[in-house]
């Protein structure tokens, strides 16, 4: 399902098994990627971890399964903070139990690479080929999801629904607006810098005045929001409003032409027990197929907007500052009274 305004979308060392990799560091032909499929046919399986809803990861595993047939997904998905935190303990205590990882803090890949965790990328297939904003030597943004504002249809009527950020200043929403905490969420905290440097501190002080109710992440604060206990949450996702729509919630979301966004990584692990079932896998996510079946409804895609189904980015759209946005958090949260 679309959204509402679519004119707007828009301590390791992995040295060793670096050798288990079926090719050296190079784009591989169409042969290539033949060979790789048959030694992945070999392995049998992948494990792969994934923050995206289960209906997302399902369809990717679908259109690869297709695609790959012979090579089993084995999906564990989790919330990017907790999936994060069980990657990392079971690295750190050498238990090596997954293969490809999808998050969205760069954070956790940043310290997982120097780590050696996690293999370099440019052997795939469509390393070469892929934006070069949009990887690093060890993971690859494969999504880029607009915030949302989001509402309640049964409380907020279709002439009062927000447009812009600055509509959650509207004396109707005081006491009554739901806001994601920046203390706890990285993307939610480059949401808060963006609007901070489009708007400034008076923009921030406004909204502390609205007496926003803070809710720990997006899911939590829907289901308060479908139970009628706020009539707007911010920042959001719509791949948050398409799980409450499919449970028959009473909510739609808008995007912002001024955005930023949360943006999806994937990598492969370095002592992957499937290595060449995760860079099959791992590659098929930076093709145009692979792009569709991840971002479709949801999602930009790095490849741009012949993607089919891919969202399209505002040109107002702000690409993740998490450097900055962790920089200024605590003074900008301060300003919001945390």
Known sequence: MDMMNRRTLLQLSGGAAAAAFLAPHHAL????????????????RVVYYAAANENISKR????????YPGVKVEVLRLATAQLAQRFMSEHQAGNYANDLIQLSDPFVFRDAAKAGWLAPLSDLPQAAAYPAEAKAEHFATIGIAPHTIIFNTELVKEADRPKDWK???NPKWKGRLLLSDPRNNLEVADWLYMVYDAYGESYLA????????????????????A???????????????????????????IAPALDSGQESLIAVCARAAHPNAARLLA???????????????????PLGNNVAGALRLSPEHKRARYDQALAERSRLVALLGL
Not at 32 to 44: C, H, M, N, P, R
Not at 60 to 67: E, H, L, P
Not at 228 to 250: C, E, F, K, N, W
Not at 283 to 301: D, I, K, M, R, V
Request: with cysteine; hydrophobic share 45%.
């Open 29 to 44: 032909s169409a042969e290539q990627v033949d060979t790789l499929y048959t030694a992945a046919k070999g392995e049998g």
């Open 60 to 67: 990717v595993i679908d259109a690869f399964s297709k695609q």
């Open 167 to 169: 509509d959650l200043l």
């Open 206 to 225: 406004a909204l502390k005045a609205q007496e926003p109710k803070y809710v720990p992440s997006i899911l939590p604060g829907l289901q308060m929001l």
């Open 227 to 253: 139970a009628g206990d706020g009539a707007i949450i911010a920042p959001g996702l719509h791949q948050a409003t398409m799980v409450m729509l499919s449970r028959g919630a009473p909510v739609a979301d």
């Open 283 to 301: 590659n098929f996510h930076l093709t145009p197929e692979g792009q569709s079946a991840y971002c479709a409804e949801w999602a930009a895609s």
